[in-house]
T-cell receptor, first 113, second 115 residues
Framework: QKEVEQNSGPLSVPEGAIASLNCTYSDRGSQSFFWYRQYSGKSPELIMFIYSNGDKEDGRFTAQLNKASQYVSLLIRDSQPSDSATYLC?????????????FGQGTTLQVKP | DTGVSQNPRHKITKRGQNVTFRCDPISEHNRLYWYRQTLGQGPEFLTYFQNEAQLEKSRLLSDRFSAERPKGSFSTLEIQRTEQGDSAMYLCASSSRGPPGETQYFGPGTRLLVL
């Protein structure tokens, strides 16, 4: 069974610090990876996607992908209390032509003022 | 671009009743997905439409679940003879292109509670 694993947390960081969120995936055929943010009671909101090894930066967010280690991470610089949410890592099912996503259970991030 | 919309936003029903949810994707998006999310878990794929064709269904989707997308526009998800285990957030997502560059945008979800 294809899986995406995340530590459920909570991960607590002080305001202004760097938050580091990690996930691993089992599907070696997967080529695309996504980070979604989900506030309590709301639906997932896309933050970033990555499909090349290395780093991809967008504002305060950096996604990192290491296909050899089957590892994806998200760094949030200058963390703000408004970043407090659950962060979902997802991989695209590599054996499907449909683009369906396989999600981890999410990591809860708490940014303390 | 008004985003993906879903109705109703909340539904409370009694066990054994049928319920139907609606999803309106972003207007130019021909790809539509349904996911289900339970508390403390990530979303799980249910089914996928490309235009009006239902091209994939999860093994999670029992015979009590059916989905349609007539004319390739809005989609409906029906659950017959609801069970308490069906209580979850039902999420719809749409996109305009396929892998590898595809990004899916989620609607606000329909939260179902089966009593």
């Amino acid at each position: 069974q294809k899986e995406v694993e995340q530590n459920s947390g909570p991960l607590s960081v002080p305001e202004g610090a760097i938050a580091s969120l990690n996930c691993t995936y089992s599907d070696r055929g997967s080529q695309s990876f996504f980070w979604y943010r989900q506030y309590s009671g709301k639906s997932p909101e896309l933050i970033m996607f990555i499909y090349s090894n290395g780093d991809k930066e967008d504002g305060r967010f950096t996604a990192q992908l290491n296909k050899a280690s089957q590892y994806v991470s998200l760094l949030i610089r200058d963390s703000q209390p408004s970043d407090s949410a659950t962060y979902l890592c997802a991989s695209r099912d590599g054996s499907s032509n449909t683009g369906k996503l396989i999600f981890g259970q999410g990591t809860t991030l708490q940014v303390k003022p | 671009d008004t985003g993906v919309s879903q109705n109703p936003r909340h539904k409370i029903t009694k066990r054994g009743q049928n319920v139907t949810f609606r999803c309106d994707p972003i207007s130019e998006h021909n790809r539509l997905y349904w996911y289900r999310q339970t508390l403390g878990q990530g979303p799980e794929f249910l089914t996928y439409f490309q235009n009006e064709a239902q091209l994939e269904k999860s093994r999670l989707l029992s015979d009590r679940f059916s989905a349609e997308r007539p004319k390739g526009s809005f989609s409906t998800l029906e659950i017959q003879r609801t069970e308490q285990g069906d209580s979850a957030m039902y999420l719809c997502a749409s996109s305009s292109r396929g892998p590898p560059g595809e990004t899916q945008y989620f609607g606000p979800g329909t939260r179902l509670l089966v009593l």
